[in-house]
Structures are given as structure tokens and as C-alpha cells.
């Protein structure tokens, strides 16, 4: 596993960290086999792990807290105010003292006394306030979190982020599919920013995801992406060659094109096979054949065109 340093925040992370979301962090994934992937991820080298307490109904954050118990030393983990499971449904607050409560909460589900890393959830650029910005340096200030972060996908936001010294890292939606993000994460960098990649796999559907249904939760992934991802669906399916890349797996070439860009610190990868786990650990270092990167680019101004 190679390291790189996140922006200019004086953390060190693996270059593949693992995401603590979506289906690994549902009741219905077994909790043994969620724990297993997360102590081999760290056998593995990955010293990055991403959270939310909106993740997975509330059930992800707690889950990584038992996986990392008395392991966490030494690592990155990283979880994100602003967002909450309620009733089965995503709420939203980003009001100062609900992300202090929230950034509180999240230490003691995940049974931390400082957390390495809290990233605003999704935040809008007028809920950017002075006074939010002012608590989030108190939090700083208590010794709770030691960086700070944005996760947005709406590139206003990032852009608004950039000029904010306080915040440390940018988490953007990064991927075969979003080349356009790229001018964003070289201004990002360039303001001394870590850039995380979520979604580096698309949600898997440059692999074809929603054609595999092996288990429960592909139908889950499936209508996931029928329902609320199509474009991803839909723009994934023209990247199936991929999966024909000589030497790599087709998940690992979509890594290896995200870790190509020098302004990535970590692409955050999620998944719930321990066969998954170790192609996209074993990414890390992997160069991405130049005719694939020219293929890459074809299939990317198609789109676009
Ligand atoms: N998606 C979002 O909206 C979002 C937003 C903010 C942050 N993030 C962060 O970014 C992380 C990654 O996001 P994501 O959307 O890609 O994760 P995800 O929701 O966990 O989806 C990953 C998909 O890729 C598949 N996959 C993983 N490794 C694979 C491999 N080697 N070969 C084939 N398929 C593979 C997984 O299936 P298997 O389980 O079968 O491996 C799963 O279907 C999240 O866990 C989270 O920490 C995501």
C-alpha cells in the first residue's frame, strides 16, 4: 500500500481507503463480515476509514466503532456532521450547535476521544456561516477533531471551500465518469487542500453493477442505481472495456485512473466481498495502461459530446 500526505493537514493517508456506508454498514450484512473487511482492509495497509452518521440507516458508524475497537491508533477515520438517519429517512442540520452535538455523538459511537477527520455533509453555500465556521473551530480548538472537510458534490460549493483556510480537505465525486471534476481538484490541491475521491467505482457501475445479481444485496445496488443514480447506470455501461484491461481488473483500472491524478490523496472505495477488497487494495501502485487511459478519454468526449 503506497501513502499520501492529505493536502496540507499533516495527516498521512493510504492511498485506497475503505468506505464504511451503504450496504456494509446495513443490519441485514452480516456484522462478523463487515468486521472481517475492515480488519483485512487494515492488515492490508489502509489507515483511511470514511463514515457518516447519516450512513446505512445510523447502523455504519457505530459498526466501524466496534471494527476499529483498540485498533484505531494511528489511523485516519473520518465521519461527517450535518446529517442524520431519523425514522428511516436522511435529516439535515447544519446549525452550529446540532453539528457540535452531532461531532460529540459520532466520538462516542465511534469510541474516540479526537476524531482525525469531520466532514460537513452536503452542507449549501449559505449554510457556510461565520458562526458554524466559528463552532467548528471551538471543536478544533477542544482537541475533538484535528481536520476538517467538506463532502459536497455540487462544485460551488467546493469552490466557496477553497477559500476558507479553516476547512483542510474537499471529499468530491470522482471517477471515469466525472473527468470534469478534474480543473476542480488541480484548484483544490493547488489551495493546499486533501482531496478524498468518493464514489472512485462509480457505485460499481463502470463495472456493470446492476447486471450482476448474486446476492441480496445486488438487487439493493441495482435499485440503488435504477432510482437514484441513472446517469451513472447509463454513462457506466459504455466503459464495460475496462474490465478487458490488460493485467487489472476492471474495478482496479478505474482506481488506478483516479489515483493517476496527482491532486488525489485517497480514493475511498466501498464494498462487501473480500475478494473486492483485495483487487482494489492491490490497485494501489498500479499504473493504468496507456491505451486504456486513451480509451478512457474517448469514452469520456463521447459523453460529453
Ligand atoms: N455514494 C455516495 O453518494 C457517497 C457520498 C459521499 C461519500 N461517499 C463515500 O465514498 C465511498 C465509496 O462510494 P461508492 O458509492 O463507490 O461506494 P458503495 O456505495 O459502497 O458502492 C461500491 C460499489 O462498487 C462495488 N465494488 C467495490 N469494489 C469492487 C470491485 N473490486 N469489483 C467490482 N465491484 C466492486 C460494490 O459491490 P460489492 O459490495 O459487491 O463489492 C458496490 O456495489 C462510500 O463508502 C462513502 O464512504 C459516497
Redesign the pocket.
Known amino acids: 500500500m503506497l501513502y499520501r500526505p492529505l493536502g496540507r493537514s499533516g495527516l498521512i493517508v493510504s492511498e485506497i481507503g475503505f468506505?464504511?456506508?451503504?450496504?456494509?454498514g446495513k443490519p441485514q450484512f452480516s456484522e462478523a463480515s463487515a468486521i472481517r473487511l475492515v480488519h483485512d482492509a487494515l492488515d492490508g495497509g489502509v489507515t483511511f476509514f470514511?463514515?457518516g452518521a447519516g450512513y446505512s440507516g445510523g447502523h455504519a458508524e457505530p459498526r466501524l466503532g466496534r471494527a476499529l475497537k483498540g485498533r484505531a491508533v494511528g489511523l485516519v477515520v473520518a465521519s461527517k456532521a450535518g446529517t442524520f438517519a431519523k425514522d428511516g429517512r436522511i435529516g439535515r442540520d447544519f446549525s452550529p450547535a446540532a453539528i457540535v452535538a452531532g461531532a460529540e455523538a459520532s466520538l462516542r459511537r465511534l469510541g474516540l476521544e479526537t476524531l482525525p477527520l469531520l466532514q460537513l455533509h452536503g452542507p449549501s453555500a449559505a449554510e457556510l456561516t461565520d458562526d458554524l465556521r466559528s463552532a467548528l473551530a471551538d471543536l478544533k480548538g477542544r482537541g475533538l477533531i484535528r481536520a476538517l472537510g467538506v463532502?459536497s458534490f455540487d462544485p460551488a460549493v467546493i469552490e466557496q471551500v477553497l477559500n476558507l483556510p479553516d476547512f483542510d480537505v474537499v471529499?468530491v465525486d470522482y471517477n471515469v465518469l466525472r473527468p470534469e471534476r478534474e480543473p476542480l481538484i488541480a484548484r483544490a490541491a493547488a489551495a493546499g487542500k486533501g482531496v478524498l475521491a468518493?464514489?472512485?467505482?462509480?457505485?460499481?457501475h463502470t463495472?456493470g453493477?446492476v447486471g450482476k445479481l448474486r446476492a441480496p444485496?445486488d438487487l439493493w445496488?441495482a435499485a440503488r442505481g435504477l432510482l437514484r443514480h441513472r446517469r451513472e447506470v447509463e454513462a457506466g455501461a459504455r466503459f464495460g472495456f475496462l474490465g478487458r484491461t490488460s493485467g487489472m481488473?476492471g474495478?482496479q483500472a478505474a482506481l488506478a485512473y483516479v489515483l493517476a491524478n496527482p491532486g488525489v490523496a485517497c480514493a475511498?472505495?466501498?464494498?462487501?466481498?473480500s475478494n473486492?477488497l483485495r483487487?482494489?487494495l492491490a490497485a494501489s501502485g498500479m499504473a493504468l495502461p496507456p491505451e486504456t487511459l486513451a480509451a478512457i478519454r474517448a469514452a469520456q468526449s463521447r459523453l460529453s459530446g
Not at 19 to 24: D, L, Q, R
Not at 198 to 204: R, S, V, Y
Not at 268 to 273: D, E, L, Q, S
Request: charge should be neutral; charged fraction near 10%.
Open positions: 468506505g464504511a456506508a451503504s450496504w456494509w470514511d463514515t463532502n471529499m468518493g464514489m472512485p467505482l462509480a457505485m460499481g463495472g453493477q444485496r445496488y481488473t474495478a475511498v472505495a466501498g464494498t462487501t466481498r473486492h483487487d482494489n
